[in-house]
């Protein structure tokens, strides 16, 4: 069973990094393409990364060049490193299980965390 708990988000000013933590304590997110997510007050949530098991990511235009996605599998755990970071990356950022394995829609994840929040300042 994926249980992900989501660390690193803060106050920040434009221009500053953030590096987010997802770690599961289950154990088993080994065998799972994962994911990050966002979402921003009375916005929808929205895609921003994925790695696979093996360690191939994918990104959204609107963080390429600037966010890196990477993963421990050993210490369970994915990592977003956020640079470059604008106010328009405000929001809570989520972690999840790509449970159908089939694209980067919210509906393809599952086993999300609680988030944390990330604010942009200008």
């Known amino acids: 069973q994926v249980r992900l708990v989501e660390t690193g988000g803060g106050l920040v000013q434009a221009g500053d990094s953030l590096r987010l933590s997802c770690v599961d304590s289950?154990?088993?997110?080994?065998?799972?393409?994962m994911g990050w997510f966002r979402q921003a007050p009375g916005k929808e949530r929205e895609f921003v990364a994925h790695?696979?098991?093996?360690?191939?990511?994918g990104y959204a235009d609107s963080v390429k060049g600037r966010f890196t996605i990477s993963r421990d599998n050993a210490k369970n755990t994915v990592y977003l490193q956020m640079n470059a970071l604008e106010p328009e990356d405000t929001a809570v950022y989520y972690c999840?299980?790509?449970?159908?394995?089939?694209?980067?829609?919210?509906?393809?994840?599952?086993?999300w965390g609680r988030g944390t929040q990330v604010t942009v300042s200008s």
């Open positions: 790695i696979t098991r093996y360690g191939t990511s």
């Open positions: 289950g154990r088993t997110m080994g065998v799972y393409t």
């Open positions: 999840a299980a790509r449970l159908k394995n089939t694209g980067d829609s919210m509906i393809d994840f599952g086993s």
